[in-house]
């Protein structure tokens, strides 16, 4: 398993497959970032982020039934692992640790 | 819905996609980047669907997602990859062997990339301009009597008269130099590099116009175009299109009517700004009559693309008789108009009145030599480690046929490893080169760049050039090696036989024949420029300053105020105001009559100085008789000639006396020879000291001002007389140069060859030398077994030490006796250059030799001391 360091985008793809539930392929995922997020982001770089999750254990795939769209392709659908949920927890947790030390005066501006 | 399932993605963007991924991924990829397909179909139309799908496709193509080499290839593939690796060991096994292979392979590549870039620039001069192929440069052969020339330069209207004439002469272009103080605000230059031009430059030459319309910059008077490196120096950050600058002398200012790009240092001519040739007009000169004789225009001539001009040149004789017939027969002078091709003036044209100073197509031969040399060196050094040690590797060939090693694949191991050592030698080349290139600029003195290494077609010449020097030195060790037989060698425990012995020997006399060739050239080169810079010139040359202040009114006015305060300085000797020096090149050259023998006048033309009284006294000229030029006598100014030794030698006099009295004409005056002074060369050294007539002259014609020093003169001296002169004159700036330091100048290109030359034989014979040394160390050591042998039956260590090094000394010897007759050959064939030429002299053949050898023996003695300590008892402890 490669290190288990989660990047900003990585965090991003992780949260999302998590919001999307059993709904996580590929272009839900792309959708649903430029939907929440307004990021614009190219498929391939979901694909690449979603094999690095994998391979680190974050997430797990299965291949879905056949469609009458996408040219009869099937889907790759990913879930969260609790690994994975572990991982955005502690992200999560370190986030509001850190945040909830910022004094609540009037910032400088 | 229905165009939906009809429009498909690009298909061989799809067969695309299939080609380059992994299998396990395809079905998913394919899947999203249809649904997006389809999605963009609906909401943004089909091209951009197309687009999309395309560039997706595309932006898979990542390294996670390409398909590995197959196992089909496998096997040679990992073969190669062993070879790589033995050779990365052997290597690092033998690190003496891999230092001086690769270090010394490098250095001869990067010499040769250096001149590469040398050559390539040479060559490259005015091949940019679109239309160089159909632009030619008119020279003038003028014939005179008794003097023959050959300028650069044409007569004003020659090509107004060719385009008019000649249908194929499609247009024309002139440019002549310009001379003057500018001044914008109080920004004032003395401006030399300036140049007046024709509107039609910019259809010529493509060189472009950053602002301002090429059309019509140029086409009124008193209008300039500025290069972008003036426009920065007189404005700055300012818009320079529409400013007005003042130019000395001239009541109306000349306006900016454009800006272009600098002129490309691979152009024949320089400048920095182009004034309208309009405004010359306008000055009443080239008008449209006579003036045949005024040659001042580098004059272009547009041809229709693939026209021959040689048979505009059959048909010239006519058109001079026509247009110049009439003027040439009263002026008692011929012209003969030659066409050059623009692209060949850089390298080939060395006329009077050059527009730059050009190349010299036989240094850009000499240094393509010496590159071919110096890498045909590298490579033999190569070449002979690479069979030196091929005996080593018996015993991994032996084993490798064993196991089923086939010749082929044995000669693909050798030869990967000697490409691969080529390449490493070619990466730290690369390096070498960044490191050196700017000296190596500085000793050019141009200005290239690392870029143009690798910039259009070169790209390809250097994996060209690895591969070849690879193919080159493992070729030989490849064939034999290949050709052993594993049982002759595992039988015996090592091969005994010495590899490739003549070869070997062969190789390394052709080195040494390089290197001797190489050092007797630089010796020669040496010897022949130290003796032309030590020349006795006929006249003092050291502590003078040169001040060239360009002749204006207020400094004719102020001439005698300016002599008398400098006077006053007791470091300050003499002065004197003239219009040539000693230093120029820039002496006139006119139509002269003087009277002969038997009394009557005869005319020629010859080279003339316009002086001062104070000329011949401040550079300690010689009278061989009469006397010099004397204040007191009024009539000097108008009827008195001083002339050189070389002119009543002309005149057929027998001795300089007889001279005196005799009538003499020149440059609209006409008088008696007054005085006789012996030649001084006022040319380069590359000439016989031509007749020199001199006479005084008004001195507003004088724009060159001779200080001569007195011995202790400093800097303190030379600030002391800026004082005065900014004190008398404040348009012109106090500018001086050192007599002996432009008389160098003069010799610029030698020095260049010189040095360039020094540089790369001291190059190649490290190289060499680096060779013999690693090729003594194998050779000592495969030599162990005898020389301990004979140590045991007696012999004594010097004997065996001088035995080991006679064998590369008779080496050294033999590459002497080939190389002399070829140095000897190259030598004369360059100092037939020079006018002052150093005769043959065979020491400086027996030193270089001598230095071969020296180089030999030290480089080998080093291991026949080490052979002398040798112990027997363990090299044959094994026996």
């Known amino acids: ?109 | 819905m229905n165009s939906r399932n009809e429009i498909s993605p690009p298909k061989w963007a799809a067969k695309f996609l299939r080609l380059y991924c992994k299998k396990e991924f395809i079905e998913e990829i394919e899947g999203d980047i249809h649904e997006i397909f389809e999605v963009n179909l609906e909401d943004k139309g089909v091209a951009y669907a197309k687009r999309k799908f395309t560039w997706d496709v595309f932006r898979f193509l990542r390294w996670s997602n390409i398909k590995r080499l197959k196992k089909v290839q496998s096997n040679s593939f990992d073969m190669f990859k062993n070879y790589i690796k033995i050779a990365f060991r052997g290597l690092k096994r033998s690190k003496l062997y891999s230092v001086i292979n690769i270090s010394g392979l490098a250095v001869g590549m990067a010499v040769f990339m250096l001149i590469f870039l040398y050559v390539t620039n040479e060559l490259s001069y005015d091949k940019y301009h679109s239309k160089s192929g159909q632009i030619h440069r008119i020279a003038s052969h003028l014939t005179v009597p008794g003097s023959y020339f050959e300028f650069a330069i044409a007569p004003p209207n020659l090509g107004d008269r060719m385009v008019s004439d000649f249908p194929e002469v499609l247009n024309r272009t002139r440019l002549a130099r310009f001379d003057g103080t500018l001044s914008y605000g109080d920004k004032v230059f003395a401006e030399k590099d300036a140049m007046y031009s024709d509107p039609e430059f910019f259809e010529f030459f493509d060189i472009p116009m950053l602002s301002g319309d090429a059309a019509t910059a140029l086409s009124e008077p008193f209008s300039l175009v500025l290069t972008e490196k003036a426009a920065n120096k007189y404005f700055g950050s300012e818009n320079a299109l529409g400013k007005l600058i003042k130019v000395d002398g001239i009541e109306q200012p000349f306006s900016v009517r454009g800006v272009m790009a600098n002129v490309p240092q691979n152009t024949h001519f320089d400048f920095n700004m182009l004034v309208s040739m309009e405004t010359r007009k306008s000055q009443g000169f080239m008008s449209d009559t006579g003036q045949w004789f005024f040659l001042d225009y580098y004059t272009y001539l547009l041809f229709p693309v693939g026209y021959n001009p040689s048979e505009l040149q059959s048909k010239m004789p006519d058109f001079v008789e026509r247009n110049i017939g009439d003027a040439q027969r009263s002026a008692n002078q011929t012209y003969e108009f030659e066409f050059q091709k623009l692209t060949d003036i850089h390298l080939k044209s060395h006329l009077d009145v050059e527009a730059k100073e050009n190349g010299d197509i036989q240094s850009v031969k000499i240094f393509s030599i010496i590159a071919v040399f110096i890498l045909v060196i590298a490579c033999v050094n190569f070449m002979n480690l690479s069979i030196s040690r091929s005996t080593r590797r018996a015993k991994e060939i032996g084993l490798r046929k064993v196991v089923g090693a086939v010749k082929r694949q044995l000669i693909t191991q050798f030869l990967t490893e000697s490409v691969l050592i080529s390449f490493l030698s070619f990466v730290l080349a690369f390096f070498l080169v960044l490191w050196a290139l700017p000296s190596f600029n500085t000793l050019i003195g141009q200005d290239l760049m690392v870029e143009n290494l690798i910039q259009g077609t070169f790209i390809a010449v250097w994996p060209a050039l690895i591969l070849f020097i690879g193919f080159l030195a493992g070729f030989y060790p490849a064939i034999v090696l290949s050709g052993f037989k594993p049982i002759n060698i595992l039988k015996s425990g090592g091969a005994s036989r010495q590899g490739g012995s003549l070869l070997k020997r062969v190789l390394v006399v052709f080195q040494l024949v390089i290197s001797t060739i190489l050092i007797i050239g630089t010796l020669v080169i040496n010897r022949q420029l130290t003796s032309l810079q030590n020349q006795n010139l006929g006249f003092e040359k050291e502590q003078m300053l040169i001040f060239n202040h360009g002749g204006d009114g207020s400094i004719a006015a102020n001439m005698e105020t300016i002599r008398s305060e400098f006077i006053r300085n007791p470091q300050v000797k003499s002065i004197s105001f003239t219009r040539s020096t000693p230093a120029g090149d820039n002496a006139g050259n006119w139509y002269t009559e003087y009277e002969v023998a038997d009394g009557e006048m005869q005319n020629a033309s010859m080279y003339g100085f316009l002086v001062d009284h104070e000329f011949a006294r401040t550079y300690g000229l010689e009278f061989l008789a009469g006397r010099d030029f004397n204040r007191s006598l009024v009539t000097d100014m108008d009827d008195a000639f001083v002339v050189n030794e070389s002119t009543t030698i002309k005149m057929g006099l027998q001795s300089p006396e007889e001279a005196i009295g005799k009538t003499f004409a020149q440059f609209g005056k006409k008088g008696k020879i007054i005085g006789v002074i012996k030649d001084f060369n006022y040319m380069t050294l590359h000439s016989a000291i031509e007749p020199l007539v001199i006479q005084l002259t008004d001195p507003q014609y004088l724009g060159v001002m001779s200080i001569k020093l007195e011995a202790g003169a400093d800097l303190a001296t030379i600030e002391s007389l800026e004082e005065i002169w900014e004190g008398v004159i404040t348009a012109i700036p106090f500018e001086v140069t050192f007599l002996d330091q432009a008389l160098d100048n003069r010799y610029a290109a030698e020095m260049r060859t010189k040095r360039l030359f020094s540089s790369f034989s001291s190059l190649a014979i490290f190289i060499a030398a680096l060779g013999l040394f690693a090729l003594s160390t194998l050779s000592a050591e495969q030599q162990k077994r005898s020389i301990s042998i004979r140590k045991v039956l007696g012999a004594p260590g010097q004997e065996i030490a001088l035995k080991f090094s006679m064998a590369f000394l008779r080496l050294s010897v033999l590459a002497l006796m080939i190389s002399i007759p070829i140095a000897y050959l190259a030598s004369e064939s360059w100092l037939s250059n020079f006018n002052y030429r150093i005769d043959f002299d065979p020491v400086l053949f027996i030193l270089g030799g001598l230095i071969t050898a020296t180089i030999t023996l030290l480089t080998v003695s080093f291991q026949s001391f080490k052979i002398t300590r040798i112990n027997p008892a363990q090299n044959l402890r094994s026996e």
């Open chain 1, 1 to 109: 398993m490669k290190g288990t360091y989660l990047g900003e985008f990585e965090e991003l793809v992780l949260l999302t497959v998590g919001a999307l539930y059993d709904e996580a392929y590929g272009v839900a995922v792309m959708d649903e970032i430029k939907n929440e997020s307004g990021r614009g982001v190219n498929i391939s770089a979901i694909h690449s982020a979603l094999r690095r999750l994998e391979e680190k254990g974050f997430v797990k795939s299965t291949m879905g039934g056949a469609t009458n769209e996408r040219g009869g392709r099937r889907k790759r659908y990913f879930v969260l692992t609790s690994y994975g949920k572990k991982a955005l927890d502690e992200a999560q947790s370190l986030r509001m640790k850190l945040y909830e030390r910022i004094p609540n005066i009037a910032l400088g501006n």
